[in-house]
């Protein structure tokens, strides 16, 4: 099996990105070639692989990482891949950056640090968003995918509104939304072909989309029909944090990496809290609007940090 898409110029690399080439997150793969030129451009031995969103893909990249002599990994923007390499990745001494796996239950610290806010407080800022439109009074339908990433969601999501949630549908399910406020728990491709099919539905009620969604084609589908919707997403934006993820690597390899790990570099700077999570890691309630219809409606809504 192939596992390296590229590498930049070094014989001995010291930075692997594990990136989603291929699989259902395939939408990000531009922002992992684009991480790829900045480390290059700053002199970091580095090199690029696909784990392909899949946790058996994403442990065998781990172990090609491994011997090729990488120390710091950055990516696994999957969450389950993320559990599946990080055991890995302890007992080899690597460190790992999660520029976007959100499970509230990674095990962080002792190498691992996660730059992304994480799903519990994005259930939070979903409740927050949607008590703030009288939610729990009017009823709260939710639409999942099946995954693990919309399971997750949605019971962090029943801690926060409780019975203020009056049904769960999958997304595949034909009846039509009923409820005045619709939230979508789902991965991107889920996501959209549900926004697709569901248009005439969602337009009649207010609809919020999980942070799958913050990728262009799906805000370019939903300009492209019309509908108003809003999408979750972290501040700063995903293609950002891991582009903050390869600034730390660059750091780090300017402080002679041969004399310490990233690890022992890592505590003496500030980013990160004991507990392996970002201090300034925040969700933001964005509006996906067309433009015809953007006039008076707010582009933010809650934060929670």
């Known amino acids: ?33 684009a991480a790829l030129d900045f480390l290059e451009r700053r002199g970091v031995p580095a090199q690029l692989g696909d784990d392909a969103s899949s946790p058996e893909q994403a442990l065998a990249l781990a172990h090609a990482f491994e011997r090729n ?6 990516g696994h923007f999957n969450s389950a891949c993320a ?5 890995f990745y302890r007992a080899h001494g690597m460190a790992l950056l999660l520029p976007a796996s959100t499970d509230v239950g990674l095990e962080l610290g002792a190498g691992a640090y996660r730059l992304c806010p994480h799903d ?3 259930a939070r800022t979903i409740g927050d968003w949607l008590r703030s439109r009288a939610a729990p009074a009017l009823g709260v339908e939710v639409r999942v995918d ?22 769960v549908l999958g997304t595949a399910d034909p009846a039509p939304v009923s409820a005045p406020l619709c939230v979508v728990l789902a991965v991107a491709h889920q996501a959209l072909d549900f926004m697709q099919r569901s248009s005439p539905g969602l337009a009649r009620c207010t609809t919020v ?19 108003a919707c809003w999408v979750v997403t972290p501040e700063p934006s995903y293609e ?22 990233f690890a022992q570099w890592v505590g003496a700077q500030t980013h990160f809290l004991p507990s392996g999570e970002a201090r300034d890691a925040a969700w933001a309630v964005r509006a996906c609007v067309p433009p015809h219809a953007a006039h008076g409606l707010p582009e933010t809504a809650t934060q929670v940090h």
């Open 240 to 261: 950002a944090l891991l582009m903050q993820a390869c600034e730390l690597a660059a750091r780090w390899h300017q402080h002679k990496p041969a004399e310490s790990s």
């Open 83 to 87: 559990r599946a390499v990080m055991p």
């Open 146 to 167: 099946g995954s693990d990433y919309a399971d997750r969601l949605l019971q962090c999501l029943r801690s926060e509104l409780g019975q203020g949630i009056v049904r």
């Open 120 to 122: 519990a407080d994005q």
């Open 209 to 227: 989309f999980s942070d799958e969604a913050a990728v262009a084609e799906f805000s370019g589908a939903a300009r492209g029909l019309g509908l």
């Open 1 to 33: 099996m192939q596992h390296f898409q590229r590498m930049a110029k070094a014989s001995r690399p010291q930075v692997g990105i594990a990136g989603s080439l291929s699989g259902h997150r395939v939408a990000h793969a531009p922002f992992f070639h």
């Open 69 to 74: 002599g990488v120390r710091l990994v950055i």
